[in-house]
């Protein structure tokens, strides 16, 4: 059983920047794709970025490259989101995410490949 749990989450100004974080328990750390989801409100959940534990590959949503950086600490068993040139709409419920297997699947994440879900940690971008 994984066990997500995010932190970071807050109020930023419009073009500020923002991490948030996601530490992972429960399971053999470098097993795991972990990737980052978000919902805004009246809007459908949707992946921003993945992150293969065991050899740190990354996969970007082609809509989310060049603001948006995925990266991890293996001592912590943490993956971070960085989240620069913020905008009112990026304000939404940010979700981490994370199945067990021998890599991600290449491409933005897709909601559907994750198995595990944490609560979720609110940003608010405000103009």
């Known amino acids: 059983q994984v066990q997500l749990v995010e932190s970071g989450g807050g109020s930023v100004q419009a073009g500020g920047s923002h991490r948030l974080s996601c530490t992972a328990s429960?399971?053999?750390?470098?097993?795991?794709?972990i990737g980052w989801f978000r919902q805004a409100p009246g809007k459908e959940r949707e992946g921003i970025a993945q992150?293969?534990?065991?050899?740190?590959?990354?996969y970007y949503a082609n809509s989310m490259k060049g603001r948006f950086t995925i990266s991890q600490d293996n001592a912590k068993n943490t993956v971070s989101l960085q989240m620069n040139n913020l905008k009112p709409e990026d304000t939404a419920m940010y979700y981490c995410?994370?199945?067990?297997?021998?890599?991600?699947?290449?491409?933005?994440?897709?909601?559907?490949?994750?198995?595990?879900w944490g609560q979720g940690t609110h940003v608010t971008v405000s103009s």
């Open positions: 995410a994370a199945f067990t297997g021998s890599n991600c699947y290449p491409g933005g994440p897709l909601e559907q490949s994750y198995y595990y």
């Open positions: 429960g399971y053999l750390y470098t097993r795991l794709c």
């Open positions: 992150i293969y534990a065991g050899d740190g590959r990354t």
